[in-house]
């Protein structure tokens, strides 16, 4: 049996942060419009306030993330695209390195409930030898941060789709 290419892998659970799931009351393709629209991240996006990519597969996803643990600094982090599945799924991931042995993957998910609604939630997947590590010392700020995404895209799309309806 081949798995639905929209449905993101299995993860050991231990080691995978996953956001709430919020219920976006707006169409699935404004919801991916909303993820996909890289240059306006900063405009609703909490933790990922710039990104830039092509979106193809294999491509480098280059960010801009706001530091958690740190509040007031950021940081710059870049993973490489491997999923994309039009108002589906989105994925980056991490590759393991020497000089960054703490591989990722993470799923961005968004589940159509009707015409006018849908559902979003992603996680955060840690591999090998220090994914214990890292779920320890990361695992509280990466949660909040994906929420605090979650929310933020739940607003700017439910924005986007409540102007487009009064405009008609």
Not at 13 to 26: F, G, H, K, L
Request: net charge negative.
């Amino acid at each position: 049996m081949v798995n639905d290419p929209g449905t993101p892998p299995s993860y050991d659970p231990a080691m995978t942060v996953r956001s709430e799931t919020v219920t976006i009351e707006a169409p699935a393709s404004i919801v991916w419009e909303v993820l996909t629209d890289l240059p306006n991240y900063g405009t609703w996006n909490p933790f990922c306030f710039a990104a830039e990519s092509t979106l193809e597969i294999g491509a480098p996803m280059n960010m801009q993330l706001n530091n958690y643990t740190m509040p007031g600094a950021t940081y710059p982090n870049v993973e490489y695209v491997c999923a994309k599945v039009s108002e589906r799924l989105l994925s980056w991931e991490l590759p393991h390195t020497d000089a960054m042995p703490y591989p990722a993957r993470r799923d961005q998910v968004i589940e159509a409930l009707r015409s006018d609604r849908c559902t979003y939630y992603s996680t955060d997947a840690f591999f090998g030898p220090n994914a214990t590590h890292v779920m320890f010392f990361c695992g509280a700020w990466v949660k909040r941060a994906f929420d605090d995404t979650a929310q933020g895209l739940k607003r700017r799309a439910e924005q986007i789709y409540s102007e487009r309806k009064a405009a008609v």
